[in-house]
């Protein structure tokens, strides 16, 4: 059955590319139903809740399976294998996959490289409509992509839901940003003389995806480089590459040619390093840690024997975001949203409230209000519908942030709620609020990556934005106040990529926060944005002489 949200061109892959090249891409724009977010479902519904239930119960039957590497759309078994654990229930393997040596990592580049010199010439609607399938796909399979956020990751339902529906809205706004790139707007005119601005494809990218949304980053970054022309080798973190391994699966499925995509999982010691190094290399694509981001980005401006180009690193780095509350807020709004921000899938999002910056007036009442809600969160096995928080991703982050709970008393900071592991099974923390922190305290500054909220206080809101300002980062932020003079300051003051009045600094929406940061948060790249395909693409002037 067509799909009616696409235009005839692009729902069947039996069109040739004449035909489809017989509309030009701002036509074929004009034709699709505006970008629009997917709503995200909060599980009221009974068939929604009967609907995830029975996924989970069906992927529960699945755990186990293997999944090689996938080079010019071929499985590679490798000698090492890679074990994908529930963090609920660590030991329940939900998948394995193939760990790649030096030379399938090579391999995959060789054959990314060769696919690009015609893939490049793709008419850019042809692209675009792998991009509009694939959402199309994911839609009718979105329970099922749920259970696997659930098991491999430990996120809660509504958690799991919004990265889902984040990789639909990343597919259906880049399709879009496609065919608009491939018409860009005339030049200037110059008498006697032709001049057209064209976007062409950079090459062989190196997508490098994290854990925490292992759908939507990683397939964002993905969809963004391959529907720009190029190709790409993708390297999942060990901790979600059962989820790329799927998504690489249905992008095959919907009809992307060999080589386009590889998949090739693997340590970052092993072949990280080789990937990021090759020569080949064009782009490296990038979502992790401040000291891996700087490790690629050195070495990428390393010029290897046989490069010809600069490469180009698109980092996002992570953050340590603050929540000012000034004297005026609404002290439950604030308190609400600094909760949803801070403890939302654990704090493990790059965007997590990790410090909150509250007025010395209203310290104690703003104090008082947060402890009710974070003593009321519900922590348990992600699987169950009522859990609000699950497990952190691993025993090894499972033990930084207790070390850094320590820590935060060591530095003088007075635990109001949490600081334990819960139970011996799985990687629980409990939420945890540290008050009375100095703004130069270890947990003041270092990104943390867990449910762990330092609460600062500030003498009034000239101090409040001086700390907001004082760390390294600069990726979201929000403030809360009545006052419009005030959130008009820290428009102009207040250094991040993304930030937000009277609202919780977590949550950016594909097309309308386009996100990304400042500093040692990344290289501000914005996804989700307008400006997200320049990033993939080089502009190339051509004029002609009448």
């Given amino acids: 059955m067509k799909n009616p949200r696409l235009p005839p061109a692009l729902t069947e892959r039996s069109h040739s590319v004449t035909s489809i090249a017989e509309r030009t891409p701002t036509q074929h724009l004009a034709e699709l ?57 660590p030991a329940e393997i939900v998948g394995t996959v193939g760990s790649a040596s030096v030379e399938q990592a090579n391999a995959a580049v060789k054959a990314a490289s060769r696919r690009f010199e015609s893939w490049k010439r793709e008419p850019a609607s042809e692209r675009a409509g792998y991009l509009f399938r694939a959402a199309d796909l994911i839609r009718r399979r979105r329970d099922d992509f749920n259970a696997l956020l659930v098991l491999e990751v430990g996120k809660s339902w509504v958690e799991a839901d919004a990265d889902t529906a984040e990789t639909i809205d990343f597919l259906e706004f880049y399709g879009r940003e496609a065919l608009r790139y491939a018409d860009p707007p005339a030049l200037t005119p110059i008498a006697g003389e032709e001049n057209r601005l064209v976007y062409v494809p950079l090459g ?66 092993t072949i990280g390093d080789v990937l990021v190094a090759h020569p080949k290399t064009r782009f490296i694509a990038f979502t992790g840690s401040k000291e891996v981001g700087l490790h690629i980005n050195e070495l990428a401006s390393k010029k290897q024997p046989g490069q010809i180009w600069i490469k180009r690193v698109i980092a996002e780095m992570g953050g340590k975001d ?54 009321k969160i519900s922590v348990g096995d992600p699987s169950q519908p009522a859990t609000y928080m699950g497990p952190v991703i691993n025993e090894s982050a499972m033990r ?9 008393q060591a530095d003088g900071g007075r635990l109001l709620h949490g600081g334990k592991r819960m139970g011996t099974d799985g990687y629980f923390v409990e939420p945890t609020v540290i008050g009375d922190v100095s703004p130069s ?32 980062f ?73």
């Fill in 33 to 89: 139903p505006p970008f629009q977010n997917e709503p995200i479902r909060n599980f009221s519904d009974p068939n929604d809740r009967a609907s995830l239930e029975a996924a989970l119960g069906q992927a529960r039957q699945g755990l186990g399976r293997h999944y090689p590497l996938i080079i010019n759309s071929q499985p590679i078994e490798t000698e090492k294998k890679i074990e994908s654990r529930n963090p609920a229930r």
């Fill in 204 to 269: 062989v990218g190196v997508v490098i995806p994290p854990w925490n949304f292992a759908f939507a980053i990683m397939a964002g970054m993905t969809s963004a480089a391959l529907v720009a022309g190029n190709t790409v080798v993708l390297k999942p973190s060990s901790d979600s590459a059962v989820i790329a391994a799927q998504f690489v699966d249905l992008l095959h499925e919907v009809g992307l040619p060999p080589g386009v995509v590889n998949f090739v999982p693997g340590s970052g010691r």
């Fill in 322 to 375: 603050s929540i000012v509350v000034a004297e005026d807020a609404d002290l439950d709004a604030a308190a609400d949203g600094v909760a949803a921000s801070a403890f939302g899938f654990q704090g493990q999002k790059c965007s997590a409230c990790s410090r909150a910056i509250v007025d010395a007036e209203i310290y104690d009442a703003f104090t008082s209000k947060l402890l009710e809600r974070v003593k």
């Fill in 400 to 408: 930084t942030i207790l070390s850094y709970i320590e820590k935060g």
């Fill in 441 to 472: 305290a270890t947990i003041a500054q270092e990104e943390i990556f867990g449910p762990v909220l330092a609460l600062i206080k500030a003498r009034d809101y000239d101090e409040a934005l001086a700390i907001a300002n004082n760390t390294e």
């Fill in 474 to 546: 600069g990726l979201t932020g929000a403030v809360y106040s009545r006052d419009d003079a005030k959130l008009e300051r820290a428009r102009n003051e207040f250094f991040v990529g993304n930030l937000y009045f009277n609202r919780k600094c977590t949550g950016a929406m594909v097309g309308a926060h386009p996100f990304g940061g400042f500093n040692m948060s990344g290289t501000d790249s914005k996804a989700g944005g307008y400006d997200y395909l320049m990033l993939f693409t080089q502009a190339k002037m051509v004029s002609k002489k009448l």
